[in-house]
């Protein structure tokens, strides 16, 4: 049943994502972080953890185990679509990458960056900005959709609706929360990404034009970055050959028109790869997802 649910919310993410934006209101977690606030003081950073997450226990602990055989696991299977529903990242990531494109295409890249990013980010010129952009579509991708079903298919739903309500308090829209609340939180986050982001990290090398350079070029990606999610995935692709490293971007003089045009034809070029990237990781995803459901 695991992969039937991935397919069919995989189907809607992509397709109909317009059904997911009810399903998707950060309202709720809101709330019940301002209700809980009280207990955010700046030595008890645990407890304000452990009774936020207290309703994803109930809902995972005792709610699941009691409908997940029942009426041929029907109920199961509803519980599982709506929240991973909730779960996904929010907006289409593929539209938004063709967002994107067109945007850049009129010179309005930078637009993109509020999509992508909590805090606001420094560019100086296009090259800045593409270099923030691509980083931040990688990271949009791990947050939105690997992570989530990752951890769905490995172990059920607490992950992913812990993952997602770490993320949301994380966010612009979030209430003001002490400062060693939100440092661990950011730390449960990449606790929590760090493992399909090493695994993605190394399916770049498969979906690469390298051809397997494969266990050498991760090994070499892992000696040469720092332990930072965005880092680690933009290191990565540029050691697989799937992005240009950032040391050849800086070369371009966008004073030439002859260079500014080369850079732009440079870009299209990278943007289309990553998407091409992204479309083989979901068919890689799901190939290693049905064989391992078929085999646990």
Not at 155 to 176: A, C, H, N, W
Not at 191 to 206: D, G, K
Not at 264 to 286: C, D, G, N, T
Request: glycine share 6%; with cysteine; net charge negative.
């Amino acid at each position: 049943m695991g992969l039937f649910v991935v397919l069919i919310i995989l189907g809607v993410y992509f397709f109909r994502s317009d059904w997911l934006k009810t399903a998707q209101s950060n309202g709720p977690v809101l709330s019940w972080a301002s209700m809980i606030q009280p207990l955010t003081w700046a030595n008890h950073p645990v407890v304000f953890l452990i009774v936020l997450l207290a309703p994803v226990f109930v809902l995972t602990m005792f709610v699941v185990p009691l409908i997940e055989h029942r009426v041929f696991g029907i109920p199961y299977l509803l519980l599982s679509l709506a929240v991973l529903a909730f779960c996904l990242g929010r907006g289409n990531l593929i539209d938004q990458f063709d967002t994107y494109t067109k945007q850049w295409g009129e010179g309005r890249g930078k637009e993109y960056l509020d999509l992508v990013y909590d805090d606001p980010v420094v560019v100086e010129n296009d090259i800045d900005v593409h270099l923030a952009a691509r980083s931040g579509f990688m990271y949009k991708g791990i947050e939105s959709i690997s992570c989530v079903l990752f951890w769905y298919v490995i172990g059920g739903l607490f992950v992913p609706v812990t993952y997602r309500m770490l993320q949301i308090l994380s966010g612009k829209d979030t209430p003001e929360l002490p400062a060693r609340v939100q440092s661990l939180l950011k730390q449960l986050i990449e606790f929590i990404e760090v493992i399909p982001v090493t695994l993605i990290c190394f399916a770049f090398n498969l979906v690469s034009d390298r051809k397997l350079s494969g266990v050498k070029e991760w090994v070499h990606g892992f000696r040469s970055t720092t332990w930072d999610i965005r880092s680690m995935l933009h290191n990565h692709a540029s050691f697989s050959g799937l992005l240009k490293p950032i040391q050849e971007f800086q070369l371009y003089d966008l004073t030439s028109s002859g260079h500014r045009m080369e850079f732009y034809q440079e870009v299209l070029s990278e943007l289309a790869a990553l998407r091409k990237a992204f479309e083989y990781l979901l068919i890689l995803f799901l190939i290693v997802t049905g064989v391992f459901l078929i085999f646990t």
